[in-house]
Structures are given as structure tokens and as C-alpha cells.
């Protein structure tokens, strides 16, 4: 099996990360690509409620939990104290698919894009030191950059970027 393509979206905190990673599935998706995205959570996240069946089983103490559905299925996997996983070890749990967005995991040694927003939490460039960095897609004037920088709302022109950074091939329409 061939390692799946991968591309990263980084930036501090309300650099625009989100809306970009959304934007760029609709758009992948609607060229005819096959797309899964891994998003890292710096802080605690559950994704059960209170009182459902599957909490209740993880509160019992589950290693994991798969709930299915005729529409989807999830499995949660309690660390318990262990580690968090690598990045490699999540990449390889996912289907086959075109392409892997990752949002976050900005320290990954990944080609991506940094976001960057006025009203971000932090300001500071990551692409002086990161030389995974390949663009970067603003919502203001960069210009401290040989980088190609991209209007933050400009999905097609990115979506493009990255394709052709991934050598994705065709769109599939």
C-alpha cells in the first residue's frame, strides 16, 4: 500500500486554520477527490455525551468503544495515562483516500500552508522557521516572504497550490 498524500494547514490559534480545512474538503470534494482530515486538539475533547451507552462504557473503563450506524461509525480510544500517539501511528489508521488534510500538528515535518489572521492569538510567523512551509494564505498583506501567499478566502487558488504540491493528478470530473 502506497503512503497516503498529505498536506498540512498550520497557525497559531484563530489564525483561520478551520474555516480554511472546511473550505478545502468542500472544494476537493466537489473536484471529485477522496479526502480525510486529522485534526490535532491541544486540550481535552470528548466527542460522547454524558449518560450515552458509549460513555457509559468508556466510564466503565472500555480500551475502545465503536459505536455504528447504517451512517457512520466511530471508535474512541482512551489513552488511560498512555501517550499520545505519533502522528505516524494515526496517519495509518485512516482508509485509503486522495488526499489527508491535517490541521494542526504544525511542528509535523509535512508540506503545508500557514494561516494567518489579524485577530489571531499569536501573531508571530511560523514559516521563518519552519521549512515545511511552502504558502502561506493571509486575510492581509504579507510581504516579509519569497514564500507564494494566498488570500485567505481564495480555496480555489490554494485547493490548486496544493494539488499541484501533492502531484494529485486530475480533478476527477
Given amino acids: 500500500m502506497t503512503a497516503p498524500k498529505i498536506f498540512g494547514i498550520a ?10 480545512a472546511v473550505r478545502l474538503v468542500m472544494e476537493f470534494t466537489r ?4 479526502i480525510s482530515t486529522i485534526k490535532h486538539a491541544h486540550h481535552d475533547f470528548d466527542i460522547d455525551k454524558v449518560g450515552a451507552d458509549s460513555y457509559r462504557h468508556r466510564q466503565a ?9 447504517g451512517t457512520r461509525y466511530a ?3 482512551e489513552l488511560r495515562g498512555a501517550p499520545e500517539p505519533e502522528f505516524e501511528e494515526i496517519l495509518a489508521r485512516l482508509a ?8 494542526g500538528y504544525k511542528r509535523e515535518p509535512i508540506p503545508k500552508i500557514e494561516a494567518r489572521r489579524l485577530e489571531a492569538a499569536n501573531r508571530e510567523p511560523l514559516a521563518p522557521s519552519d521549512p515545511h512551509i511552502c504558502a502561506i ?12 501567499v494566498f488570500d485567505l478566502d481564495d480555496t480555489g487558488a490554494i485547493a490548486d497550490f496544493i494539488a499541484d504540491i501533492v502531484d494529485l493528478g486530475q480533478s476527477r470530473l
Avoid: F, Q
Fill in 11 to 20: 497557525g497559531w490559534k484563530n489564525s483561520g486554520k478551520t474555516g480554511l
Fill in 61 to 69: 473503563g472500555a480500551h475502545e468503544v465503536t459505536i455504528v450506524s
Fill in 96 to 103: 485509503p483516500c486522495d488526499l489527508v488534510l491535517i490541521e
Fill in 137 to 148: 494564505a493571509a486575510d492581509h498583506a504579507v510581504t516579509d516572504t519569497a514564500l507564494p
Fill in 75 to 77: 471508535i474512541m480510544h
Fill in 31 to 34: 473536484r471529485g477527490y477522496t
